[in-house]
């Protein structure tokens, strides 16, 4: 008989750098970037296996604030799966405050 241990794909962890603030005045027209707001990023567990698999952040609105986030961004967020900069564009004369939830994937499916 045979015993066969399996690798197992293990999701990608990270840190993110804080909360963001910006005043109401701040050129809407400019996309507006936070570098290195996702840091400490690691594609699982360290095996070989995962060391090339290729990482995706995504960045959606907490479940109940998806009309605010429309009503308060024009593009994004965003964050880069290259070098983990943050990106986003604000309405014109837009204020308030929206929760995200960011989360990371790979292409090895964890």
């Known amino acids: 008989f045979e015993i ?7 999701p990608p962890t990270f840190d993110l750098s804080g909360d963001v603030t910006y005043p109401e005045s701040i050129d809407t027209l400019t996309p507006q970037t936070r570098p290195l707001f ?3 990023r690691s594609t699982g ?18 479940p109940g604030e998806e009309l605010a986030s429309a009503s308060l961004f024009a593009a994004g967020p ?14 014109p ?17 964890g």
Do not use: C, M
Not at 4 to 10: A, K
Not at 93 to 109: E, P
């Open 4 to 10: 066969v241990v399996e690798f197992v794909n293990r």
């Open 38 to 40: 996702a840091v400490n």
């Open 45 to 62: 567990s360290g095996a070989l296996q995962e060391a090339s698999q290729q990482v995706t952040y995504h960045v959606v609105p907490k």
């Open 78 to 91: 965003a964050i880069s799966s290259t070098d983990g900069t943050l990106s986003f564009t604000l309405q």
């Open 93 to 109: 004369n837009a204020f308030g405050a929206v929760g995200f939830v960011v989360y990371a994937r790979d292409d090895g499916g």
